[in-house]
Every structure is written in structure tokens, then in C-alpha cells.
């Protein structure tokens, strides 16, 4: 089986991670991109309007790519 190219903007996602729940910019937090994860913050942008709900959409897109991995700050 072929292997995935992967491309060398693979680890930099652009997010605004001040819209995740348990990240602080202060401490390090870890939180696994599940699809559950990615429910919650779906649920959360149904109650935000304008550019905050388009920046939430936003960054739940970027996020389903990267299933399984770790966010860590």
C-alpha cells in the first residue's frame, strides 16, 4: 500500500485556540482531538453568532483533520 504524502505545513494548523475548552495560555494542557471533542465544539458554535461562530466553524474544519492526534500547548 502506497504511503500518504504528507505535506511540511502538516504540523502548523492555524486555530483560535482561545475558542477550545480547557486551553490556557499560561499552563500546559493536553486535550486528544476526538470526535467526540469535535461534537462538543460543534454544540458550543451553535450558541456563539457572528465572527465568533465563524471562527469556532473554522477551526472545528481544521481540527477533523488531524483525528487522534494531541492538542498541546
Keep these: 500500500m502506497p504511503k500518504k504524502k504528507q505535506d511540511d505545513d ?3 494548523v492555524a486555530i483560535n485556540k482561545e475558542l477550545l475548552p480547557g486551553y ?6 493536553e486535550v486528544q482531538i476526538t ?3 469535535i461534537l462538543d465544539l460543534y454544540e458550543r458554535s451553535k450558541k456563539l453568532e457572528g465572527k465568533d461562530k465563524e471562527d ?3 477551526t472545528i474544519h481544521e ?10 500547548s
Aim: no cysteine; aromatic share 12%; charged share 10%.
Design 35 to 37: 470526535y467526540n471533542f
Design 63 to 72: 481540527l477533523t483533520k488531524h483525528i487522534g492526534k494531541w492538542l498541546v
Design 24 to 29: 490556557s495560555v499560561n499552563k500546559h494542557v
Design 56 to 58: 469556532m466553524l473554522q
Design 10 to 12: 502538516a504540523g502548523n
